[in-house]
């Protein structure tokens, strides 16, 4: 039997992608709820895997082809797997100690884009889930959610991971053909399309105005010199500025509730709760992921979710839970040494 092998629908706002890159090929024997290939969308990159056991009989579409929802990526054929392809259990050697065992296993068991974020972040991923279920991206993330979220002691870096190869369908650099005119075109991403439209989409279609008004940190800048030391050995992450900034800006929010809300038709919806976006740059543009009631945050809170967006966001492993909604965005153009600037509207 052939099972066809489909874009799954992940969201109202999503109904094209690219195809990435395949992570399995032609011949291969693949599992149930084993990662096949990996497609880009124009706000995240998702793991589409197979729903049945058997081989990769057909690859339908290559990478860099642009697919939508329901189109047929490629073919699993469930009675062609040979039995040597299929995955058989070892003997016990009784050399291995149990917990490398353990490990061993749970890797295997783990996504590419699973093991990818657990190397990067130092997981042992016989720590992240038990059970014969597949392990995710979503199930390291919520591990490093939870581990950050409980005090612990420091621990050591993990190693730096070996630099990720290019995808194939990016484009070699091209030169005119003029030798004094060089020029190199690159494909751009889904999501750098839509992020390089939708910027000038904002630029033509909304109000945008801009102000400026100097005010005195000194007193920020004193505390978190005095704090600082202590923040860190009782949370294990530095005290910045951001926390102070969503902070202000919460109580602005609160002081003037109009600035949180939106038109809908004839009428104005006021927002009783604070998402508050934050503004963060990756490889590929903008990103602007969501502090979900960031009013009941800490600062300590604060400071590991921005961090752990901007890795999020470095490694194009946000979810798009991370960039729905929000009621109020903060773009810091201070981190690039600008002293003023006018951000974009980014429209959602």
């Known amino acids: 039997m052939t099972v066809k092998i489909v874009v799954p629908e992940s969201g109202e706002s999503v109904v094209e992608a690219t195809v990435g890159r395949w992570l399995k090929k032609e011949g291969d024997y693949v599992n149930v709820g084993e990662a096949v290939v990996e497609l880009e969308t124009d706000k995240v990159n998702l793991e589409v895997a197979a729903e049945q056991a058997g081989v990769l009989s057909k690859i339908e579409h290559g990478e860099g082809d642009d697919v939508q929802v329901g189109d047929v990526l490629g073919l699993i054929d469930e009675s062609a797997a040979p039995d040597d392809q299929k995955p058989q259990a070892e003997e016990p050697s009784g050399k291995a100690a149990p917990s490398d065992e353990k490990e061993g296993d749970q890797h295997e068991r783990a996504t590419p884009m699973a093991k990818r974020l657990a190397e990067e972040s130092g997981v042992n991923l016989s720590q992240v889930a038990d059970g014969g279920k597949?392990?995710?991206?979503?199930?390291v993330e919520s591990y490093i959610e939870k581990k950050q979220s409980t005090p612990a002691k420091k621990e050591a870096k993990p190693a730096t991971p070996a630099p990720q190869p290019e995808r194939s369908f990016k484009t070699e650099p091209e030169t005119s053909g003029d030798p004094s005119r060089p020029e190199t075109r690159e494909r751009m991403t889904r999501r750098r399309q839509t992020i390089a439209q939708r910027l000038v989409e904002a630029q033509q279609t909304a109000a945008m105005l801009t102000t400026f008004?100097?005010?005195?940190?000194s007193a920020v800048m004193d505390m978190r010199k005095r704090r600082q030391a202590s923040f860190v050995d009782r949370h294990d992450i530095k005290l910045g500025f951001m926390s102070f900034f969503v902070k202000a800006s919460i109580g602005a929010l609160k002081a003037f509730p109009a600035i949180n809300a939106e038109i809908s038709g004839k009428e104005i919806v006021y927002k009783h709760y604070y998402d508050i976006g934050m503004a963060v740059g990756a490889p590929e543009g903008l990103v602007v992921p969501v502090l979900r009631d960031a009013d009941r945050l800490s600062f300590?809170?604060?400071?590991?979710k921005i961090k752990d967006f901007s890795k999020k966001a470095q490694d194009n492993s946000l979810s798009l839970d991370d960039l729905r909604g929000g009621t109020f965005t903060i773009t810091n153009g201070g981190v690039f040494g600008s002293?003023?600037?006018?951000p974009i509207l980014n429209p959602p």
């Open 213 to 217: 008004n100097e005010i005195d940190m």
């Open 339 to 342: 002293l003023l600037s006018t």
């Open 134 to 139: 597949r392990i995710t991206r979503q199930d």
């Open 300 to 304: 300590a809170d604060i400071e590991k």
